[in-house]
């Protein structure tokens, strides 16, 4: 993005989100791969907060970092999700009949999460009791199994390009690495799967330079419009367009 940037005039420069920076010397701040942030939220928000100028823009992450607070807002505006049952400390998990997913409502790269099958009741409760005592809501989602997700980016509030991308869940105990491997490929986002995204895009309180919206069988998995990865070599011309939308909105103080 560096060098797209700055072939449109723009100096654009790395930096660590907790690094000792003086980011006052920024006309603006794109955030990009702040991926330890769940751990830290309120560290994380208040370095946001403190920013003169942060993209996507502060309404944004404060509600997008909390999978509770977005999800349920997605299914009350009739956007359909995934179904997410959310245990907060002091209450007890009621394991699903089924394969299930236990993992914190703020969370990243799938870290404290893990997949459990019918009858693991107890390791499941291990799970939750460890999220709960980082102060942490859990949510339980069905497991959908080792499926493919239908990724889509969208840049300056229009789409950009689509993936497919898988994450295999590991089992509880199986974990061995920070995050989780992926395997990607091209693909190209059906009518009803963009209809989709846009409705979840339209319940996100703020106005968007960048976001993601993972779908499986045209169901919202995830809406990231905090810190995603936006694979934008998998869009052909998708980051000179992300480095023109960062261009406008330096150019007009919007967003």
Known sequence: MTAALAELGVDAEPAVWDADVDWARFDLVVLRSTWDYAERRDAFLAWARSLPRVL???????????????????????VPVVPTGFVAPGEALHAPAGPFVVKPAISAGGRSSARFEAGEDEAARSLVARIHADGRTAMVQPYLGDVEETDLVFIDGAYSHALHRRVPLPAAGDREVFYLDEELRPAQ??????????????TVPGELLYGRVDLVDGVVLELEVAEPSLYLKFGVGAAERFARAIVGCLGSGSL
Request: proline share 3%.
């Open 56 to 78: 996507n823009p502060l309404s944004v992450l404060e509600w997008n970092t909390d999978k509770q607070r977005y999800l349920t807002d997605l299914a009350a505006a009739g």
């Open 189 to 202: 986002a059906g009518e009803q799967e963009r209809a989709v995204a846009e409705a979840a895009l339209a």
